[in-house]
């Protein structure tokens, strides 16, 4: 059985979304370890949606579902980038 065509839908969202906002945090958008923990902390606080094919997913939902799902990943990926600021700012302190 292969499984390599599963993935999660919020991936490609959360990641054009951290791209988009990190101008925002310079100092986060010039570390590329940061700006990948701010995307795992995003893809954590959302739900999974494992699926095969992207068409399959949208097909299925309504223009509310995906206008609540922009909405989600929006808030997911700005909170992440807000506790990545805070750690990094502690861990600093230190």
Known sequence: MDFTSLYNHHER???AAVMETAPSYPAIQADAELMADVACVALN???PRYIRHQVDYSFYLTER???DIDA???EAVESAFRFVV?????????
Do not use: G, H, T, Y
């Open 13 to 15: 969202e959360v990641f």
């Open 45 to 47: 606080r959302l739900p």
């Open 72 to 74: 989600a990943v929006k």
């Open 86 to 94: 805070s750690r990094s700012e502690l861990r600093q302190k230190r």
């Open 65 to 67: 579902e995906r206008q």
